[in-house]
Nanobody, 118 residues
Framework: VQLQASGGGAVQAGGSLRLSCVVS????????MAWFRQAPGKEREMVSYIYRTGGYTAYADSVKGRFTISRDNAKNAVYLQMNGLKFEDTAVYLC????????????WGQGTLVTVSS
């Protein structure tokens, strides 16, 4: 199973980015999808996840109201629209595939770097 994340980059505070993660080698619609992030010197944290049907989403408090997760099962892709970016959003963002209710994330992408300048 391969997860290919893209869309990261450098942006000024208040700006927007859209991350994408395309999955191959698994039946995409059978799995929940999530975005995590890891900032330098910090623990990895979950940013958001979406159920396999797309019918339920959840967000970390730090990104609620600013980030939106979505998925397109026809394209085997999950997205993270990030608006109102803040300096503290700077991190490597990783997509993961698994079972949200079990807290089990089975497959991981390589990450894409988001750098927000203040």
């Amino acid at each position: 199973v391969q997860l290919q994340a893209s869309g990261g980059g450098a942006v000024q505070a208040g700006g927007s980015l859209r991350l994408s993660c395309v999955v191959s080698g698994s039946t995409f619609s059978n799995y929940d999808m999530a975005w995590f992030r890891q900032a330098p010197g910090k623990e990895r944290e979950m940013v958001s996840y979406i159920y396999r049907t797309g019918g339920y989403t959840a967000y970390a408090d730090s990104v609620k109201g600013r980030f939106t997760i979505s998925r397109d099962n026809a394209k085997n892709a999950v997205y993270l629209q990030m608006n109102g970016l803040k300096f503290e959003d700077t991190a490597v963002y990783l997509c993961a595939q698994g079972v949200a209710t079990a807290g089990r994330w089975l497959h991981w992408g390589q990450g894409t770097l988001v750098t927000v300048s203040s």
